[in-house]
């Protein structure tokens, strides 16, 4: 068992970036014997910190579990993440979150798991992850009749994860259609939306998963923060700003509607300019992609139509493959 975090003091910590902070500086206020419960409670928690006698502490590292306190701490978000429940070992996140929606005072809770025993992607797929090294995540949104397309509640899932993504890399993240998220070409995140009572986004994001932690098979088109950084990443300060970014945009669709997230949907397809080939279900189209619009749809320049164009509602597209790619595996997937 451990007691209270005390989030100010780690953040107090964190801030100083790897120097040493005077005990006297930690300690305004507080008693030196309180000061030294809060330290052993943080190092209790899993954060590493270094005491010296004279320069005082440093920050050495985050806990390698979730830290509830720490993503709630000053969240301050309007709708998403109003509850947060983080979870040792559960069957999958959605189930959870899907299982909340049974009442709509719930809108905005946040499922992270450690460990998921049956972890799902599209398609009855599997989602494979090694405990404690992701971010495995549900929220249970309530949306509008506007907002409550999959398609829609896909794109805000995806731009959410490419955004953060970005920003913790310095990369480009892009979205492979309809809910990888991918740096240079491999995958990152993947996005499950499925809708009951209430509409949940699962979202599994591949924070410290190391190379050798793939299965073989995905050694060239999957990819981690860690991967990419070479750093662990704190996954608690990672869920935080997921959190926030999938809030903003939330926020923003119920207030301005649902084409307020069209501009930066477009801009981080992976796709758009591509030559294409589309699936529906009434057959399939070839041609290069000029517009993507999460109302309006895909328009194809269509190859065989001497550049006519053709529109395709995002709710009919079954697949869409870049023809100079080819298809390629495209997920953190083992087929059942
Ligand atoms: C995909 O790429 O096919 C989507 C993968 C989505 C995985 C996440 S992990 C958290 C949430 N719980 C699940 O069972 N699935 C989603």
Redesign the pocket.
Known sequence: MTGAVNIPLLQRLRNAQGAFVPVAELGAGKTLDALRTDLAELERFGFVLESHPYRGVAYRGPAARLCPDQIEHELGTRRVGRRIAVWNRVV???DLAAHAAASTANEGLVILAEE?TA????RG?Q?VAPASSSL???VLLFPSEHLAEAGWLTALGAVAVAEVVAAWTGLDARIKWP??VRIAGQKIA???VERGDGAVI???LNANITRADFPTELHDTATSLRILTGETVDRSELARALIRRIDDWYDRGWSLGPDALNPAWRDRSEHLGQLVQVTTPSGSHMGRLIDLDLRRGLTLAESDQNGRTRQFSVRDVLTLTPCQDGPGPN???VTP
């Not at 972890?119 to 599209?122: A, E, F, K, S």
């Open positions: 999958s996140t959605n998921q972890g799902r992607g599209r797929r989602w495995l995540m549900s809910n990888d993947g996005i499950l699962g979202i599994g997920s953190q997937i």
